[in-house]
């Protein structure tokens, strides 16, 4: 009855103060840890690649070609799917993305582990990356439960939850591999997305994305349960939303026309120019991360086939110590840009982070000894790691609403093409003992990152997140 004459006595509050209001809870870090699983499903099936591959070579006789295009198709999911998810969490609803993604990885991630030969797995190993492809859908419905303050800090927080499965995925070889082998690895590296599809029953619709379609009430339904989770209230008064304008809703329904339409958008002369830089960096930030990845492994495991000086002896207990070891440098990579990002803005973190990276690896050019190696390496993967997870919180606030899901899904698919080169340069350069020209490579395409962050055209520290299109 109070909340009644509230709303017939005129007061109204928006979506931003509402979320101030409830404030970050108990319902929050529920919403966070589930989020979290998305992270930890794309890291276990994206770090298993560098073990099972070098089993894989040695088992089957896979030459280095066949070796690379193990990550190229997992990538190439990704790169599909991505897109797709962002279509279908952007029209259908948030929910209903999870659902499905969660469906597929769980599914594909448990039958690639009786693969009987090497078309069949990749194959598979196709669909678990199309399926962990919408990681980008995860931490897009996390953020819209998050205030603006503390945004930065929050979805950094989150994207912890990676290095929380890449850590677990290199303890979880260090036992398996040696004793049970790589499909006993595959089956229970697989955990992660089952746990997400089984817990899938919690979860609620992002009350951004009902607002943003005009089902208000909705909303307030779902912002009255995050209220009493927090055991805090909703302010005074009735909520109100923005709506979509007509051209970016079907006739006669709350959805987006059509992916196409979605994409007209993102390349409208309002966003355009961000759209574009954006994609530049997330294929340099995916080509040099997961470039550091394999060098880790190639390191570990010889290197140049033809060098008379080896930097690891050939042994898998060191391919499995040192990518553990690399794994363990994506803890300072989080902690770090969670400080930076709201004390000197997302633009600042950034090139910080790239300029660090291009220090790190520069004495690569030249083999090193093997403690120095491996503490070059741990230092590039703590920087490009935390450049990372920065540029994934500014393309989600750059984007509305109704379109958010989409502009980080097209953006995380230009990441895997990145992703897709990676092993060629890294693999083929490398055993090919090129190791000069693949560390300039991986050099030249951070530069390029570095200039594209400085060119974005605003800095989106302390803004709202929007759900309309501001022009």
């Not at 992660?192 to 009430?217: D, I």
């Not at 409208?268 to 961000?274: E, K, W, Y």
Request: charged share 15%; glycine share 8%; net charge neutral.
């Amino acid at each position: 009855m109070e909340q009644q004459d509230e709303e017939e006595d005129g007061t109204v509050y928006t979506l931003e103060e509402a979320l101030t209001s409830v404030g970050i809870g108990k319902f929050q870090y529920m919403v966070l840890c589930y989020a979290g699983l998305g992270f930890i499903a794309e890291a276990a099936e994206t770090m298993i690649l560098s073990f099972i591959g070098p089993a894989l070579r040695s088992q089957w006789a896979l030459s280095p070609t066949q070796e690379s295009l193990m990550t190229t198709v997992v990538f190439g999911g990704m790169l599909i799917g991505a897109i797709l998810w962002g279509f279908i969490t952007d029209t259908y609803g948030r929910r209903k993305g999870l659902l499905s993604i969660s469906i597929v990885t769980a599914v594909s991630a448990a039958l690639s582990a009786f693969s009987p030969n090497y078309n069949l797995l990749l194959a598979v190993r196709m669909m678990v990356g199309f399926g962990v492809g919408g990681r980008s859908v995860y931490a897009s419905w996390f953020l819209e439960f998050v205030p603006s303050h503390n945004r930065g800090m929050w979805s950094i927080i989150n994207s912890g939850f990676w290095t929380i499965g890449s850590i677990l995925e290199a303890l979880l070889a260090l036992m398996i591999m040696p004793r049970l082998g790589w499909r006993w690895l595959l089956a229970l590296s697989s955990i992660p997305s089952f746990a997400a599809l089984l817990l899938f029953v919690f979860t609620v619709e992002s009350p951004r994305y009902l607002c943003a379609v005009g089902r208000t009430r909705d909303a307030c339904d779902v912002l009255r349960k995050i209220a009493v989770v927090n055991k805090t209230q909703l302010p005074p008064g009735k909520l109100v939303s923005s709506q979509l304008t007509e051209e970016l809703l079907s006739p006669g329904k709350n959805k987006i026309s059509s992916g196409f339409s979605s994409l007209v958008v993102l390349l409208s002369p309002t966003l355009r120019r961000n759209t574009l830089l954006i994609w530049v960096v997330y294929f340099g930030n995916s080509f040099s991360y997961y470039g550091i990845i394999l060098l880790t492994s190639l390191f570990s495991s010889g290197r140049c086939q033809h060098s008379p000086i080896a930097l690891h002896m050939n042994d898998d207990q060191s391919l499995y110590t040192n990518v553990l070891i690399n794994s363990l440098a994506e803890i300072p990579g989080i902690l770090l840009p969670a400080i930076l990002v709201e004390k000197v803005g997302r633009k600042f973190t950034m090139a910080f982070m790239y300029a660090l990276y291009f220090l790190f690896l520069l004495p690569l050019l030249e083999p090193q000894l093997p403690a120095l190696t491996t503490a070059l390496l741990f230092g590039a993967r703590t920087f490009i790691l935390g450049s990372f997870s920065v540029v994934a919180l500014y393309s989600r606030e750059i984007y509305p609403t109704f379109i958010r899901s989409t502009g980080t899904g097209v953006a995380y698919s230009m990441g895997r093409i990145g992703a897709m080169i990676s092993p060629v340069v890294a693999v083929q350069m490398v055993r090919g003992c090129h190791q000069m020209a693949a560390i300039i490579s991986f050099e030249a395409v951070i530069v390029l990152s570095a200039a594209s962050v400085m060119l974005f055209s605003l800095e989106t520290k302390g803004r709202e997140l929007m759900d309309t299109l501001v022009v």
